[in-house]
């Protein structure tokens, strides 16, 4: 179901004029109109799904194929040299629209356009705890 209120249904719809790539009955594929690189675009589901707890998990499959098949694309096109694909749950995982969405970077070498994170320390003895709860979960 869209949300009226939210602008990635607009834009993944029509509602809204887009320079989109591809869309089928699923999904429409638009250049983001705040690139991190030359060729950044975003692959948004015509229906609303906040982020990826939501999502169906058919639509969600389908999304990423199509990932794969546009960032294979891209990468010939825009002649990179590498590509990221991103796709952030939640404010403090970067989210800033709260409609499912799984942004195409194509990199350059030397883009500065994702910094590198530090790799940091990891705590075995609470990642053991946690590793148990996960099995446990699945």
């Given at each position: 179901m869209k949300n009226p209120d939210c602008i990635f249904c607009k834009l993944a719809n029509g509602d809204i004029p887009t320079m989109s790539l591809y869309e089928d009955e699923?999904?429409?594929?638009?250049?983001?109109?705040?690139p991190a690189t030359f060729g950044h675009a975003l692959i948004m589901p015509k229906e609303h799904y906040a982020n990826i707890y939501e999502i169906d998990?058919?639509?969600?499959?389908?999304?990423?194929?199509l990932a794969k098949k546009l960032a294979t694309v891209m990468t010939d096109v825009f002649q990179a040299d590498g590509f990221n694909l991103l796709q952030n749950n939640g404010e403090a995982a970067g989210q800033s629209v709260f409609h499912f969405h799984i942004h195409?970077?194509?990199?350059?070498?030397?883009d500065g356009a994702i910094a590198p994170w530090?790799?940091?320390?990891?705590?075995?003895?609470?990642?053991?705890?946690?590793?148990?709860?996960?099995?446990?979960?699945?």
């Open positions: 699923n999904f429409n594929v638009i250049f983001d109109a705040g998990e058919e639509i969600l499959g389908k999304a990423y194929k195409l970077i194509p990199r350059y070498k030397g530090k790799p940091g320390e990891q705590d075995t003895e609470k990642l053991t705890e946690a590793l148990q709860k996960i099995k446990a979960a699945l």
